[in-house]
T-cell receptor
Framework: DAGVIQSPRHEVTEMGQEVTLRCKPISGHNSLFWYRQTMMRGLELLIYFNNNVPIDDSGMPEDRFSAKMPNASFSTLKIQPSEPRDSAVYFC????????????FGSGTRLTVV | AQSVTQPDIHITVSEGASLELRCNYSYGATPYLFWYVQSPGQGLQLLLKYFSGDTLVQGIKGFEAEFKRSQSSFNLRKPSVHWSDAAEYFCAVGANQAGTALIFGKGTTLSVSS
């Protein structure tokens, strides 16, 4: 298995632009999680899905952030418009619906908004 | 409130010395506990996990952790540290139910001196 795949690995964009981050979970995993990592706040849960349905989006910081999971093999996190304070590493993780294996993380997308 | 506290932001250990990283949690239900490691520029890798049973759990890379319910702690240990263990370590807690979100501590950065 290729693991959780995130793209792009790095993104530099100008303030005000739309940014879309992508995630492909491990096949067969039913839960998908988006986290943001910064020096100040550590790892923050933004949103997670079970069976493609958003369960908890209370961590999404503002309406500028949105996430979708149109099918079991793909999810996007969109920021529109982006701001410099959105600069962070964004991680996607997936886990099976059954069992207790914990998360598998992707390698992350490092976003820089200038 | 549910939370994870890692009291040590940064620890330096000599190569070959023993290591203990502290983790305390606050969780209303029976917790699932995890330790993850993150190398620079990488995602998080699962080191070990505790769900039930023996309170001393073994993980990869020679790490172990002990669950102490009375102290709400889940400290990570290694008898002899290698230079390659230098990384950031995260403790996490979640519900004893698949498909729920984990709460992460702020992390402890481990440096290894020669």
């Amino acid at each position: 298995d290729a693991g959780v795949i995130q793209s792009p690995r790095h993104e530099v964009t100008e303030m005000g632009q739309e940014v879309t981050l992508r995630c492909k979970p491990i096949s067969g995993h039913n839960s998908l999680f988006w986290y943001r990592q910064t020096m100040m706040r550590g790892l923050e849960l933004l949103i997670y899905f079970n069976n493609n349905v958003p369960i908890d989006d209370s961590g999404m910081p503002e309406d500028r952030f949105s996430a979708k999971m149109p099918n079991a093999s793909f999810s996007t996190l969109k920021i529109q418009p982006s701001e410099p304070r959105d600069s962070a590493v964004y991680f996607c993780a997936s886990s099976p619906a059954q069992g207790t294996t914990g998360y598998t993380f992707g390698s992350g997308t490092r976003l820089t908004v200038v | 409130a549910q939370s994870v506290t890692q009291p040590d932001i940064h620890i330096t250990v000599s190569e070959g010395a023993s290591l203990e990283l502290r983790c305390n949690y606050s969780y209303g239900a029976t917790p699932y506990l995890f330790w993850y490691v993150q190398s620079p520029g990488q995602g998080l890798q699962l080191l070990l996990k505790y769900f039930s049973g023996d309170t001393l759990v073994q993980g990869i890379k020679g790490f172990e952790a002990e669950f102490k319910r009375s102290q709400s702690s889940f400290n990570l240990r290694k008898p002899s540290v290698h230079w390659s263990d230098a990384a950031e370590y995260f403790c996490a807690v979640g519900a004893n139910q698949a498909g729920t979100a984990l709460i992460f501590g702020k992390g402890t950065t481990l440096s290894v001196s020669s």
